[in-house]
């Protein structure tokens, strides 16, 4: 009988330990699974010329040279898409792509459940959450350059550089692009679906590369008139728009 | 056995009651008054413990912070003045630089939605990362403050005792920054003594209090004497280019509305208004007891609410009520060297 009552107790003490985990994991996933997300950068819409920073790019729009000193940009909210249309999100979702690190930066989707996907969504920006949810870490973290300290919210964007076509500002861009209030909202969703299905498992790490043409900014825009951007607002939400327009998958690896 | 059984259960109820999601403060750490509202802040995700409190008093008051090393937060809040400035108009920030507004007196942070003077900043975690980063202030990056911190022997050991970690990051230090701020209440003003009638008003005060009541409360609400909204006073549009309110919401009829302080210690944090214009309280008084055409707000009589003289003494009388002497003496919110 006392055996039985220990045994009891045991049970319930060791079940009231595991209740305290946060984060129970009800999928049967194997930690290492992922998948690359590469971001490669070109200028213009043939995706043939490789995007650099500190170099003089021709732009047939604006009929002038364009040089970037910086382009930051957030992929966060990462979700992939099973045959069955359902989606796998991927938690703590914020990652910054950095074009200071080349013509590609790359980074892991980590955790997949092992299993088949068609597809993936995403977004250009941070969630309204964040924004207002106080000191963050990670891609998220104050230091990143990528946060508004006066008036709070992140930076989705940022894109700075110059060009002899801006006459004032001492012929330099700056593109700050952000806002998550409804209003002003420069938050931009993407789906693509994939040239083929990819398998995630321990053993097999799939690769998605994307084309991204940063010359898209101007593809609408007259960057005489629209050379700072530095806070929420029509001019933001636009450029945001071009942004993510020039954004395409352009092949994925099994 | 039997009672073998009840020990153990007893052991497993404690342990589940620890999981609970830490909302409340412990009462141990930092007392909420009866007498107030539900904070907004609420600690979620910022676990209250001494350790960061004094942590976050010690990044407070050490000019590591600034870009030279010569100010800190409490250069323009200081405790001796409720955490405003030095009875100066404008903050002065590094090097000279002098600021566009008046730095309010810090009380109570923890009821307040947004920051500033325009609302612009929406969370008091990521409050200090303004006066850290502005030229006009202290002109220093987050990255360089990281790098100076964990160059430290002193910050390194407490940020690993408040928080367990070795590398000191930006979210531990906004976090503990956040948790001093948080721990600035001032409830212990003959006001708030009366109302929970441990003291008395005197006639002059009480006079006061009932003018107060019925002309001003629609804007200084509450306990607090704030309903946290934004007005233009009719003070700024002809001479001033700080648009206040407009700047965050681009919404044209906010430009040259700012915020409606609390009035907690108003009697101490002189210059007054956002660009310090008016020194006296005196003066305040009169400027709303006598209109002003400019005034756009329509809970403000353009021709003023017409105190008499002897109105606008009592009405004094009663803000002077508003003091916390305790406060500002309070030894866990004074420099800690």
Request: glycine fraction near 6%.
């Amino acid at each position: 009988m006392q055996k039985i009552l220990a045994f009891a107790c045991a049970i319930i003490i060791a079940s009231t330990f595991t209740s305290c985990k946060k984060d129970e994991k009800n999928n049967n996933s194997n930690t290492v699974n992922a998948m690359e997300f590469k971001a490669d950068h070109y200028w213009g819409n043939t995706y043939t010329t490789g995007f650099t920073l500190n170099k003089n790019y021709y732009h047939m729009k604006v009929g002038d040279s364009i040089q970037f000193s910086m382009l930051k940009y957030y992929i966060t909210n990462v979700e992939l898409e099973k045959l069955d249309g359902t989606f796998w999100k991927e938690t703590e979702s914020y990652h910054l792509i950095d074009a200071n690190k080349g013509q590609l930066d790359k980074f892991d989707i980590k955790n997949i459940p092992s299993g088949e996907y068609k597809g993936i969504k995403f977004k250009i920006g941070v969630d309204s959450t964040r924004n207002v949810s106080g000191a963050q870490t990670g891609a998220l973290a104050v230091e990143n350059g990528m946060f508004w300290s006066w008036n709070t919210g992140y930076i989705f964007v940022r894109a700075e550089g110059s060009s002899p076509k801006i006459k004032d500002n001492n012929g330099n861009f700056v593109y700050h692009l952000g806002g998550f209030k409804q209003s002003n909202n420069a938050v931009r969703e993407l789906s693509f679906d994939f040239d083929n299905i990819l398998t995630v498992s321990s053993s097999a790490k799939p690769s998605m590369h994307f084309k991204v043409n940063v010359a898209r900014f101007w593809h609408d825009t007259d960057i005489e008139k629209v050379f700072k951007v530095h806070m929420p607002g029509e001019n933001a939400q636009k450029l945001a728009d071009l942004f993510s327009e020039g954004i395409i998958l352009d092949h994925t690896h099994r | 056995m039997t009672k073998l059984f009840l020990q153990l259960s007893l052991i497993s109820i404690i342990f589940l009651s620890s999981c609970k999601p830490e909302d409340k403060p412990e009462p141990s750490i930092i007392n909420l008054p009866a007498h107030f509202p539900e904070p907004v802040y609420k600690w979620t995700n910022n676990k209250l413990s001494f350790e960061k409190i004094n942590l976050g008093r010690d990044l407070f008051y050490d000019p590591i912070l600034s870009v030279d090393s010569t100010i800190h937060c409490g250069t323009c809040h200081a405790i001796e003045h409720a955490f405003a400035d030095h009875n100066t108009a404008l903050s002065f920030g590094v090097k000279g630089r002098v600021g566009k507004r008046n730095s309010p007196g810090l009380a109570n942070l923890i009821w307040y939605k947004n920051f500033n003077w325009d609302g612009g900043v929406l969370n008091l975690e990521t409050q200090p990362v303004a006066p850290i980063e502005l030229h006009f202030e202290m002109a220093e990056t987050i990255s360089n403050v990281l790098k100076k911190l964990n160059n430290s022997t002193k910050y390194k050991q407490a940020f690993k005792t408040a928080f367990g970690s070795n590398e000191i990051s930006s979210a531990d230090m906004l976090k503990s920054l956040a948790q001093f701020m948080s721990s600035m209440i001032s409830s212990n003003s003959k006001y708030d003594k009366y109302l929970r009638g441990e003291a008395m008003l005197n006639n002059f005060e009480m006079e006061g209090l009932e003018l107060f009541k019925a002309n001003c409360s629609s804007c200084h609400a509450g306990v607090l004497q704030t309903n946290f909204g934004f007005a233009n006073n009719g003070l700024t549009e002809k001479k001033d280019s700080d648009f206040g309110r407009y700047l965050i919401t681009l919404n044209e009829e906010d430009k040259w509305k700012f915020r409606i302080p609390s009035l907690r210690n108003v009697a101490i944090t002189y210059p007054y208004m956002h660009d310090g214009s008016i020194f006296s309280l005196k003066t305040v008084i009169k400027l709303y007891s006598n209109g002003n055409n400019e005034i756009k707000d329509s809970r403000i009589p353009q021709d003023g609410f017409k105190f008499t003289a002897a109105q606008q003494d009592a009405l004094y009388n009663f803000l002077i009520t508003l003091t916390d002497f305790e406060f500002m003496s309070n030894p866990d919110l004074a420099p800690p060297f």
